[in-house]
């Protein structure tokens, strides 16, 4: 699937990869995010098959020109938990919407541990 919106000069369609990866790369540059996590075993070995995919941890579903992220992680020991996550959300959010001019509608953060 992917995102597509219409402007005065087209249509623009951007596929749900390419958004998972510019979150994994915004998420990378928040302080405090050590790395993504599987959500789950199966996910694990389906992320272990494609040889190092940069989307690992971040799912992205579109509706129309509306986006929904989950997002699973990692977070360095020792620091608020509550302050990385929700100035990750206010990244995530700012920059997706900045980049495709579409509509972040959730983003949904799972914390798989912390790490020094």
């Known amino acids: 699937m ?12 951007i596929t749900n990869k390419t958004i998972a990866k510019f979150v994994s ?15 789950d075993l199966i996910s694990a070995v389906i992320e272990y098959f494609k040889f190092g995919s940069k989307c690992k ?6 509706t129309g020109d509306r986006i929904f992220i989950d997002v699973s992680l990692v ?7 509550k302050a990385v996550l929700e100035s990750l959300k206010e990244a995530i959010k700012y920059r997706v919407e900045r980049f ?3 509509i972040v ?12």
């Open 100 to 102: 495709t001019g579409m």
């Open 25 to 39: 790369a915004v998420a990378m540059d928040c302080y405090g995010i050590v790395e993504f996590a599987s959500k």
């Open 57 to 62: 941890g971040v799912k992205v579903k579109t």
């Open 105 to 116: 509608d959730t983003i949904n953060i799972k914390v798989m541990g912390v790490k020094a």
């Open 75 to 81: 977070v360095r020991y020792g620091l608020s938990i």
């Open 2 to 13: 992917s995102a597509k919106t219409k402007n005065i000069y087209g249509k623009i369609s």
